[in-house]
């Protein structure tokens, strides 16, 4: 059987979490395959409303393996605070596989990645301050610690003694704060190997198996296409290899490409971006802002702020130069459309068909910063539906605005929207075809 990806089409928060807790019912295993705790994922299910950063979505299906692939970089302590989270509110984590091969977040990561946005002064990215951007950086330097390293007590403190012995000069000599205590990370980072153990595993092994034996994967991305290191919004991207785009996901989970044939991409049904960098179609005052930012028209307690962050997310109109550019990166086969309810108390809605750049007419991502900032929308208007569509269930029960609005969505996207959600419940979705291809509607 083909694997899955779950993608996020923007630069994150679109709702990817619902999406895989939704999908996972049809797969034997949900694997997280890239980035770390920088990311977070909403659930609202029987049990509760859970803000996940680690742990993969399909938890909540007792049945399915859960795996952590070694593409992700954990933050132990997040990870263990997590797992038991989940325990304490009845959610088994019997399922929950570790890579061996995945990087570890070490309190140098946490340091550095504070002090260097600092440094930047006006340059700052405005990352999340988990130390997942210099976790990767390690990887990527070939000075990382995995989570092997830490069941090994005798080769974990030659190791660490190695790395700390540089990581505390650069703590000291570049950013003047004071060095850390080789005695107190070993002995708290061998406990937390110790207590991770249990779930450690070849997941390479059981990805691969579990695919030969023809059993149905979910790979779950994290954050958004637009983020990605290579082919986003350039620098303010996120560090993560393998990358935030579908392509990654074989990478960091241990399968081969052509193990990839479905590819589900989710876009919010207009636009949010948490941090800095260029966003076109960003509303930066007055009532839209507001009813947006707010949720109005939608389901109470839905406001746009950040899983990771808490911080207020910028947003705007649904950008299809982006979603389109996003689409065709990743292969999008099916589109899950969230948030629709959020647009229920607007008379008029904008979509963004193009941009203007100094007095030329583009359809495409402009390479460079300064072309980015320079990009004006060029907007489409269409009528609103004011209508509660929260408990609508069936594509026809929209309102004919509403179903427009999707449509044009489709053909931006040249991909078919196959989910839509109109609310945060497990049950508040439209669904006219799973992503295996049998027609529901």
């Not at 450690?200 to 994290?222: F, W």
């Not at 947003?315 to 689409?327: E, H, I, K, N």
């Amino acid at each position: 059987m083909p694997a899955v990806v779950v993608i996020g089409g923007q630069w994150g928060d679109e709702g990817k979490g619902r999406v895989v807790d939704f999908h996972s019912q049809y797969c034997s295993v949900i694997a997280r395959y890239s980035a770390g705790n920088n990311a977070g994922h909403t659930i609202i299910n029987e049990k509760g409303k859970f803000a996940l950063h680690l742990v993969p979505a399909g938890i909540f299906r007792q049945d399915k393996a859960c795996v952590i692939g070694n593409g992700v970089v954990i933050d132990p302590a997040k990870l263990l605070e997590e797992i038991a989270m989940l325990s304490d509110r009845g959610v088994s984590v019997a399922g929950l596989m570790i890579s061996q091969l995945a990087h570890v977040i070490m309190p140098w990561h946490l340091a550095i990645d504070k002090a260097d946005e600092a440094l930047r002064g006006e340059l700052a990215i405005g990352t999340t301050g988990t130390g997942t951007g210099p976790a990767f950086h390690d990887k990527v330097g070939r000075s990382g610690i995995r989570v092997a390293d830490l069941l090994d007590r005798q080769h974990f403190a030659w190791k660490l003694r190695t790395v700390l012995e540089y990581k505390n000069r650069i703590l000291t000599q570049l950013y003047g704060l004071p060095p850390l205590d080789f005695d107190q990370i070993f002995e708290t980072y061998t406990e937390h190997g110790e207590r991770m153990r249990p779930y450690v595993a070849d997941t390479i092994a059981y990805v691969q198996e579990a695919h030969a034996r023809g059993e149905m994967i979910l790979l779950e991305g994290a954050q958004g296409s637009l983020l990605d290191l290579d082919t986003g919004t350039y620098p303010y991207v996120t560090s993560s290899v393998p990358a935030s785009v579908a392509a990654g996901g074989a990478i960091g989970i241990g399968l081969g490409p052509t193990a990839i044939q479905r590819v589900v991409g989710v876009y919010k049904s207009y636009q949010t971006r948490v941090g800095y960098g260029p966003m076109a179609t960003e509303i930066l005052e007055g009532g839209d802002m507001e009813m947006l930012r707010e949720g109005i028209g939608g389901v109470a307690g839905t406001a746009e702020y950040g899983t990771t962050t808490g911080r207020a997310r910028r947003v705007g109109w649904f950008d299809g130069v982006l979603a389109r550019y996003t689409a065709r990166l990743n292969g999008v086969t099916s589109v899950a459309l969230t948030r629709l309810d959020s647009l229920s108390a607007f008379e008029r809605l904008k979509i963004c068909v193009a941009y203007e750049v100094d007095g030329e007419r583009v359809t495409t991502l402009p390479a460079t910063l300064a072309g980015a900032s320079k990009a004006t929308p060029v907007y489409e208007e269409m009528p609103g539906w004011q209508q509660d569509v929260t408990d609508v269930r069936h594509l026809g029960d929209l309102p004919t605005e509403a179903r427009n609005y999707v449509r044009r969505i489709e053909q931006l996207l040249e991909a078919r929207v196959d989910m839509i959600s109109v609310g945060p419940e497990r049950s508040q979705a439209i669904v006219t075809r799973d992503v295996f291809g049998a027609a529901l509607q």
